[in-house]
């Protein structure tokens, strides 16, 4: 193709949409022809790769600045080349990224432009490779509505007119492969909206990695190389994350977990992670750990529940290589480790999603549907296929690329409902006139499926607080097909109730009970999580009654409430040594307070509890099932009194759990049991390693053929105040 005056008045104002029609090496006339484009650059000349001699050398076209052009004369084939600049008398060699052919095989292609490729990740984004014999890094974006689409960065002096992107067909998908571009490359695309519209410029939305805040541009990584050593948690991992396995999950914040003040209080890497937290969530007896949010955030203060870069384990603790190494030492000592995910909303920050080609892309164009009045944030439109498969693939790429053994949902409350916080005349109906959001609920089961189907041994779980039908039911059912959910009910409930002075609680019986009245229609997970510490809400132990002891007596207790009661277990860091401050995303946790002995006496029980619940089958192989829990003491109010037992499978021996949640001691208060025979006192929250004075049952009582409770047979206890007490039916 002639050189047309148009083209080249587009390609120098940085408006071609399809540069390498223009740019690069082009056979006009029978004759190879080489035309570039360097803004600033006096003289430009071909050299041979290999021996450095030159082709030819190019002319300026006509008086633009930058534009040159060149026959090749003696070259009878297309060849390889290299391009010698030279400006203001300084020369350096460099490659021509519009010289080589399309990186994207077809298939990629037809996967794209049918929005279901669900290992996106390999196709889009900035991947370092060998293409034509030559090293580089492929760059993709979609970004089918943009007029031009360019990558900048160092290697192009952030000049948007110099390294434009190929589009590839119908896909919407533009890319290019930029030589002797390697990882910790910084880059962001630049895009000119089909108005014509010069955009900000644009993180990379599926980026690895990402600058330091604040900062925001994408990082060349190269996330082939690491060599996965957990090939033993792997293989076990099914087994470990069944409903009828013991699951006790331990929340954290990397950020403040623990800081180190002689650093300028920076938080730790996740290297350092790797050392610290692992053995410590392992000596407490957890199997979990519950990570918030790390894809990449721009502001702190979202705790990462506000992310950019949904592809990129956020810098503020290291690469995605030393992520995937903290991984692996979670799961080298058997801890399983869960991402909090956020798909439901993402913040309008201008180098992000919002707008990304000038339309709305990712969310929808109606503020009605694509924004969140709670969050000030953008909404997904679950309904467009290539933003669905989008968010599918982010969560296949945590659990495949980073071996995350599940996915804590986010507000999945607010995915489901369209008038979620909303009122009258701020949300529009579906298609049916309802309020359900119908592409979100298709979304969520096509996520489950994939997540389930693709990945063996994996877990999800949703945050949802309402009383929608089958979070936890599979798909084919019409359930939303995740593993676990949320018992938010009971969160809110046993806290309102806890938080009574004692001489109340005789009013308030049902909030501790109730939670058994649906129980076993989902598969729960009892969370007392960072959302119950923050925001004015004081901590756990400044939600208990009284002074001093009395505040310690009733948080253990309540704890042991929660560790009998069926459903798995997570609890928000500090939250196990009684933290007395609420949680503060900018400071490490209170570590100090473990010289103090109710603080470590907390601590303790904690861990023996986790440890009391994993030996003990009773306590969770029939998590699920109304068959392992039996009341034996459900409405006696009066006396704020409880006592159930959790029964197991295969012969295991029964628990009998009673809690005492007033500060008066019961002595010689009977209480009935299933079974006779000698019940061995396995935990007491009042023990003195705990922090308690030390009443007890010495170790343990007899039954006796005295009725109690509505049983025949009955073991007479001594309770004491604000104590919850374990028993197990000793086998001989």
Partial sequence: MELDAQDIDAIVAGRHGDPFSVLGLHKIADKWTVRAYVPGADSIEVLDPKTKRRIVTLAPVGDTDGAFEGRATRRKNRFAYHLKITRDGHSWITDDPYRFGPVMGEWDEYLLGEGTHRQLWKVLGAHPCDHEGVSGTHFAVWAPNAARVSVVGDFNTWDGRRTLLRKRGQTGVWEVFVPAIGPAEVYKFEILGADGQLLPQKADPVGFGAEHPPRTGSVVRDITTHQWQDAGWMTKRAAAQRFDQPMSIYEVHLGSWRRVPEDGNRPLSYLEHADQLISYVKDLGFTHIELMPISEFPFDGSWGYQPVGLFAPTIRHGTPGEFRAFIEAAHKTGIGVILDWVPGHFPEDAHGLAKFDGTALYEHADPKEGFHPDWNTMVFNYGRVEVSNYLIANALYWLQEHHIDGLRVDAVASMLYRDYSRKDGEWIPNKDGGRENLEAIAFLQKMNVAAYGEVDGIMTVAEESTAFPGVSAPTDGGGLGFGFKWNMGWMNDTLSYMAEDPINRKYHHSKMTFGLHYAFSENFILPLSHDEVVHGKGSLLDKMPGTGPDKFANLRAYY?????????????????????????????????????????????????????????????????????????????????????????????????????????????RRIGVPEQGRWVERLNTNADVYGGDGQGNMGGVDSEQVAASGRAVSICLTLPPLTTLFFELERS
């Fill in 560 to 668: 042991g409430f929660m560790w009998g009661h069926p459903g798995k277990k997570l609890l928000f860091m500090g939250c196990e040594f009684a933290q007395g401050a609420e949680w503060n995303h900018d400071s490490s946790l209170d570590w100090h307070l473990l010289g103090y002995d109710p603080h470590k006496g907390m601590q303790r029980l904690v861990g023996d509890l986790n440890r009391l619940y994993r030996d003990q089958p009773a306590l969770y192989t029939q998590d699920t099932k109304p068959e392992g829990f039996e009341w034996i003491e459900e409405t006696n109010g009066e006396e704020s009194i409880f006592a159930w037992v959790r029964h197991g499978t295969d012969g295991a021996a029964p628990m009998l759990v009673v809690c005492n949640l007033t500060p008066v001691a019961r002595t010689g």
